[in-house]
């Protein structure tokens, strides 16, 4: 069994509003990379990495990859092509009951326990498994005029982290069918979820945050300063 880890790092970034993409900020001296792949290293350092990078990306340096057995794949318009070719690239190595792991290079402060936990799950579960931390705030759905429409329960609803973990073949299949029906997935359970799967939603840690508002990266820093953090 060979273990995947494909990282989705193909994005630009623009909510966060700075003068490169977000995954090339420096967190404690180091690019938020470099960072996101050291902590998936610490876990599962014989793993194969999947980088999904921009095909115009000129500040990629491999230094900042630990792992031995690496390649770099171009990215997709979206987050889940960027998926969908990391994917693809590995469709000759990868055997159907294979584990993808995918994780966002976006969340830099996932820490080793949880990765270990969810990599458990999923090769437990046959419809894979996902981080998700539960709500911890009330939850107000807005009307078309920016008020109160009404308040969500809270009760069984989870903010969706991740990695996210599922058999090779069937993230692939998940990921295709939502393609042809035209379905925009913002995250990988959400594809498996529209074949009538159900994902295990494996509790994890609320600082695994993913770095995507300018005040996010003082946190992410912060985070990632703490005794063990990095
Ligand atoms: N076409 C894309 C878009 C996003 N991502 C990756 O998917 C993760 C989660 O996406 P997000 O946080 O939205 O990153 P960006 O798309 O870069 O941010 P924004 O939406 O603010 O532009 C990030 O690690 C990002 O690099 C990707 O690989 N390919
Ligand atoms: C995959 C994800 O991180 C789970 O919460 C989230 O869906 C990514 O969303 P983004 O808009 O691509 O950052």
């Known amino acids: 069994m060979t273990l995947f880890l494909v990282v989705p790092a193909a994005g630009v970034g623009s909510r966060m509003k700075a003068d490169r993409p977000k995954q090339y900020l420096l967190l404690q001296g180091r690019p938020l ?7 998936l290293h610490d876990a599962f350092p014989e793993a ?9 990306d000129d500040r990629f340096d491999a230094s900042m990859v630990p792992f031995a ?6 990215g997709g318009e979206t ?19 294979d584990l993808v792991l995918v994780h966002d290079v976006a969340r830099p402060c996932v820490q080793v326990e949880d ?13 894979g498994a996902l981080l998700a931390a539960p709500v911890a705030d009330t939850m107000k759905r807005a009307d078309d005029c920016g008020g109160v429409l009404r308040t969500e329960s809270r009760a069984h609803l989870f903010h969706a982290l991740t990695p996210q973990g599922f058999r ?16 925009e997935v913002t995250d990988e359970a959400s594809a498996i979820e529209a074949l009538g799967r159900s994902p295990r939603l494996v509790p994890g840690r609320r600082d695994n945050i993913k770095v995507t508002h300018p005040e996010d990266l003082a946190l992410a820093g912060a985070l990632l300063a703490l005794p063990g953090g990095d």
């Open 33 to 39: 990379m470099a960072h996101t792949l050291s902590r």
């Open 168 to 183: 090779y073949d069937l993230l692939c299949q998940a990921l295709d069918a939502a393609r042809a029906g035209g379905v």
């Open 115 to 127: 990765l270990y936990r969810l990599h458990a799950a999923a090769g437990e579960h046959a419809d």
């Open 79 to 97: 987050r889940a092509e960027s998926v969908r070719a990391g994917l693809a690239s590995v469709a000759e190595q990868a055997a159907p009951d």
């Open 69 to 74: 057995r690496w390649q770099r794949v171009r």
């Open 48 to 56: 194969v990495l999947v980088l999904c990078l921009d095909h115009e």
